[in-house]
């Protein structure tokens, strides 16, 4: 079946630095990818939407320039958060899905920790 | 505004029983309703996901009822087990995006 890789898995860096996390569908091709950030037992929140070949579409109160996304390919994007924060730290999990109506396939999300 | 409510907020059953879970939305309009499984730390996984004509749609232990018209669905787990027990995530999508709801903490006890 369709899965969608995360990688890494767990990251911790120092404030201040950046950290890039990628989303690849592995055996389908994904025109639009998600983003999402989950705090401890809090439902997932949409960040933005990554388009292939276009910029990403950004939800509202999530700031473009300090997460930013690249869709360079149909299987591969990836979020870069930038000059990281403590506050930062939280679990981000990407998807994707091979249609409108077919299932949403999500990453095993990436823990983020800024020291 | 699209909503997405789902309750109870948490639950606790013993193994073996069954359980249903609630999800209420005025996502419109409709395109489809789809049910995740999340073990924490962990990346939901799809169960279910059913469009306007359907009703009904099971996956192994789990199944997944819809009603377009009241806009309620339910997610019911039969024999329940200790694996069961984990965050269930109702997302409603009008098409072109995705509505979450906060989810129902299922834990099953020995």
């Known amino acids: 079946g369709a899965v969608v890789s995360q990688h890494p898995s767990r990251v911790i860096c120092k404030s201040g630095t950046s950290v890039k996390i990628e989303c690849r569908s592995l055996?389908?091709?994904?025109?639009?990818m998600f983003w999402y950030r989950q705090f401890p037992k809090q439902s997932l929140m949409l960040m933005a939407t990554s388009n292939e070949g276009s910029k990403a579409t950004y939800e509202q109160g999530v700031e473009k320039d300090k997460f930013l996304i690249n869709h360079a390919s149909l299987t591969l994007s990836t979020l870069t958060v930038t000059s990281a924060h403590p506050e930062d730290s939280s679990f981000y999990i990407c998807?994707?899905?091979?249609?409108?109506?077919?299932?949403?396939?999500f990453g095993n999300g990436t823990r983020l920790t800024v020291t | 505004k699209n909503q997405v409510e789902q309750s109870p907020q948490s639950l606790i059953i013993l193994e073996g029983k069954n359980c249903t879970l609630q999800c209420n939305y005025t996502v419109s309009p409709f395109s489809n309703l789809r049910w995740y499984k999340q073990d924490t730390g962990r990346g939901p996984v799809s169960l279910t996901i059913?469009?306007?004509?359907?009703n009904t749609k099971s996956n192994g232990r789990y199944t997944a009822t819809l009603d377009a018209d009241t806009k309620q669905s339910s997610l019911h787990i039969t024999a329940s087990q200790l694996s069961d027990s984990a965050s269930y995530i109702c997302v409603v999508s009008p098409g072109y995006a995705l509505n979450f709801g906060k989810g129902t903490s299922l834990l099953v006890t020995p």
């Open positions: 998807s994707a899905n091979e249609g409108r109506d077919s299932p949403l396939h």
């Open positions: 059913m469009t306007f004509s359907e």
């Open positions: 055996d389908f091709q994904a025109t639009t």
